[in-house]
């Protein structure tokens, strides 16, 4: 996520009146955790500004678990949890599971004789086919559309949107705080019983948010094979929205089975964060999420990802504005080191002080912008830190990953100036404050510091490593990390594409997940 640098002063001011009320020890009297018997972890932060709550619902699971040959479940279940469920959504659903049935039984026989590499028989295919949309039809007399997200606007539900990146799967909204029970009834159902309707049309609009996304966009092209280029082994390599083979093949029952393996309890974490009680509300909660059936936390093992011994690079021909990204391999989240590559974020890219800002678009004028970030294309396992340019016109992508390493090895060879430091280390405390600022930002910083930690008070420990960090330790990182042979390339550059046209989109920074409001965009 990217802020606007304050001025100094500015910064001075707001820390001054908000760190006092804003310190762990003043949110340990306002927040309450509690495990459920099934595992399922409940955060509630007490925020009684005004009459509303927010919830972020995270489920530890995302594209890095996809199987292999089906990839884009993740998201694909993201989707279809807006559906609704045996009670929402269905006009009649004890005849809607038997027709609902019948849609896979079809599909299941269509797709067999689809993917026969001997034997297929067209005629056959074609009758299979026809019956297997017709299975459709009957199924979709039944649905009675978008009915749970209309439920919650109807109550002043506000924001009902989800998402899904590599390592999770998140749900979140805002309703008024009287309508707290209602939310928890449908949170809880919507992962009690899930019912997949509408599951082809609305793999048809996955379908075309990756035609959208990726194959008519430029960089989303570039990022699939960078990606793919820089994790040879480990899942990171997949896209989150799914390869288009394994789109036009998995079924319903497969992201059911996706479902039932990685929708535990003891995978989730719900963080609530409003004008709530922590004492009124967690019976409530306890009643309807403590429904969800106890279940065993997931195996996640992957393969590790070998050491690069070698400079990887992909180049895109296309009829578009040029980019340079590149990206080296650098341990997962909870290396001791965590806190000094996000030093080294802020301080090559936080605003227009920003050395990369500085150096490539203020002094050289060779790009139009200039950033880089750790986090790509996710955090929970060993990934990248990426530096990234938009090269101006009558400049190359030569010109600007040269002024890139220029920077890179200053880092290396001399240490930052004490300004920059303390810059750096004022900004993280900031940055705390403004994710705090809201009921949704504080619900969704309680869940994921709850879930990679286990305890949400790394949050603001976070902060306090930021503060231990030394300049030799930026030094010493930037050595260890920023070398030839652990380094991917991506490059556009301009000029005729394959046939694929596109416009040049937006920077390609950390977030990859999708944002599907109502769980179709």
């Given at each position: 996520?990217?802020?606007?640098?304050?001025?100094?002063?500015?910064?001075?001011?707001?820390?001054?009146?908000?760190?006092?009320?804003?310190?762990?020890?003043?949110?340990?009297?306002?927040?309450?955790?509690?495990?459920?018997?099934?595992?399922?972890?409940?955060?509630?932060?007490?925020?009684?500004?005004?009459?509303?709550?927010?919830?972020?619902?995270?489920?530890?699971?995302?594209?890095?678990?996809?199987?292999?040959?089906?990839?884009?479940?993740?998201?694909?279940?993201?989707?279809?949890?807006?559906?609704?469920?045996?009670?929402?959504?269905t006009?009649?659903?004890?005849?809607?599971?038997?027709?609902?049935?019948?849609?896979?039984?079809?599909?299941?026989?269509?797709?067999?004789?689809?993917?026969?590499?001997?034997?297929?028989?067209?005629a056959?295919?074609k009758?299979?086919?026809?019956?297997?949309?017709?299975?459709?039809?009957?199924?979709?007399?039944?649905?009675?559309?978008?009915?749970?997200?209309?439920?919650v606007?109807?109550?002043?539900?506000?924001?009902?949107?989800?998402?899904?990146?590599?390592?999770?799967?998140?749900?979140?909204?805002?309703?008024?705080?009287?309508?707290?029970?209602?939310?928890?009834?449908?949170?809880?159902?919507?992962?009690?019983?899930?019912?997949?309707?509408?599951?082809?049309?609305?793999?048809?609009?996955?379908?075309?948010?990756?035609?959208?996304?990726?194959?008519?966009?430029?960089?989303?092209?570039?990022?699939?094979?960078?990606?793919?280029?820089?994790?040879?082994a480990?899942?990171?390599?997949?896209?989150?929205?799914?390869?288009?083979?394994?789109?036009n093949?998995?079924?319903?029952?497969?992201?059911?089975?996706?479902?039932?393996?990685?929708?535990?309890?003891?995978?989730?974490?719900?963080a609530?964060?409003?004008?709530?009680?922590?004492?009124?509300?967690?019976?409530?909660?306890?009643?309807?999420?403590?429904?969800?059936?106890?279940?065993?936390?997931?195996?996640?093992?992957?393969?590790?990802?070998?050491?690069?011994?070698?400079?990887?690079?992909?180049?895109?021909?296309?009829?578009?504005?040029?980019?340079?990204?590149?990206?080296?391999?650098?341990?997962?989240?909870?290396?001791?080191?965590?806190?000094?590559?996000?030093?080294?974020?802020?301080?090559?890219?936080?605003?227009?002080?920003?050395?990369?800002?500085?150096?490539?678009?203020?002094?050289?004028?060779?790009?139009?912008?200039?950033?880089?970030?750790?986090?790509?294309?996710?955090?929970k396992?060993?990934?990248?830190?990426?530096?990234?340019?938009?090269?101006?016109?009558?400049?190359?992508?030569?010109?600007?990953?040269?002024?890139?390493?220029?920077?890179?090895?200053?880092?290396?060879?001399?240490?930052?100036?004490?300004?920059?430091l303390?810059?750096?280390?004022?900004?993280?405390?900031?940055?705390?404050?403004?994710?705090?600022?809201?009921?949704?930002?504080?619900?969704?910083?309680?869940?994921?510091?709850?879930?990679?930690?286990?305890?949400?008070?790394e949050?603001?420990?976070?902060v306090?490593?930021?503060?231990?960090?030394?300049?030799?330790?930026?030094?010493?990182?930037?050595?260890?990390?920023?070398?030839?042979?652990?380094?991917?390339?991506?490059?556009?550059e301009?000029?005729?594409?394959?046939?694929?046209?596109?416009?040049?989109?937006?920077?390609?920074?950390?977030?990859?997940?999708?944002?599907?409001?109502?769980?179709?965009?």
């Amino acid at each position: 996520m990217k802020r606007h640098a304050l001025k100094p002063l500015a910064l001075f001011l707001l820390l001054t009146a908000l760190a006092a009320a804003q310190d762990v020890a003043s949110f340990e009297k306002r927040i309450t955790v509690k495990k459920l018997p099934n595992g399922l972890t409940i955060v509630i932060c007490e925020r009684p500004e005004a009459p509303v709550f927010s919830f972020f619902t995270l489920v530890d699971a995302g594209s890095a678990q996809d199987p292999m040959g089906k990839t884009g479940l993740a998201h694909m279940f993201e989707h279809m949890a807006f559906k609704g469920t045996d009670k929402v959504g269905t006009t009649d659903y004890a005849a809607e599971k038997p027709a609902l049935e019948k849609v896979e039984t079809a599909y299941a026989a269509y797709i067999v004789e689809r993917d026969k590499t001997v034997g297929r028989d067209e005629a056959k295919l074609k009758e299979l086919e026809k019956a297997w949309k017709d299975a459709i039809a009957e199924a979709d007399k039944f649905v009675v559309p978008n009915q749970f997200g209309k439920i919650v606007e109807q109550s002043g539900g506000q924001d009902l949107n989800a998402f899904t990146d590599y390592d999770e799967t998140a749900y979140h909204y805002s309703l008024p705080a009287n309508r707290l029970e209602l939310w928890a009834y449908l949170e809880s159902e919507r992962f009690l019983h899930p019912v997949l309707r509408e599951f082809y049309k609305e793999r048809n609009v996955v379908i075309e948010e990756r035609r959208l996304r990726t194959d008519s966009n430029p960089i989303g092209r570039l990022l699939e094979q960078f990606d793919a280029a820089a994790f040879e082994a480990h899942p990171y390599h997949r896209p989150t929205v799914g390869w288009m083979s394994d789109l036009n093949s998995f079924s319903a029952t497969d992201a059911k089975k996706f479902f039932d393996e990685y929708y535990v309890p003891a995978n989730m974490v719900v963080a609530v964060a409003g004008d709530v009680k922590a004492s009124e509300i967690m019976p409530l909660l306890e009643k309807y999420l403590g429904r969800l059936p106890t279940r065993h936390k997931p195996d996640e093992t992957t393969t590790t990802e070998p050491p690069q011994n070698s400079e990887r690079k992909v180049v895109l021909m296309e009829k578009t504005q040029p980019l340079y990204l590149e990206g080296y391999h650098r341990p997962d989240y909870m290396t001791k080191d965590d806190a000094v590559f996000d030093a080294i974020t802020d301080l090559m890219s936080e605003g227009r002080t920003s050395r990369l800002y500085r150096a490539l678009v203020r002094d050289k004028k060779i790009a139009s912008f200039s950033a880089g970030f750790s986090g790509l294309p996710g955090i929970k396992y060993p990934h990248l830190f990426a530096f990234y340019a938009f090269p101006l016109p009558g400049h190359t992508t030569q010109e600007v990953a040269d002024a890139i390493h220029a920077e890179i090895e200053r880092l290396k060879k001399e240490d930052i100036s004490d300004d920059e430091l303390k810059m750096i280390k004022t900004r993280s405390k900031a940055n705390l404050l403004r994710d705090l600022a809201d009921n949704e930002g504080l619900a969704t910083q309680l869940a994921t510091y709850q879930t990679r930690y286990g305890d949400w008070r790394e949050l603001f420990r976070s902060v306090d490593r930021i503060d231990k960090v030394t300049k030799a330790d930026i030094r010493r990182v930037a050595n260890e990390t920023f070398y030839d042979t652990n380094r991917t390339v991506g490059v556009i550059e301009t000029g005729k594409g394959a046939g694929q046209d596109g416009d040049h989109g937006s920077d390609p920074g950390p977030d990859q997940g999708s944002a599907d409001e109502g769980g179709a965009q």
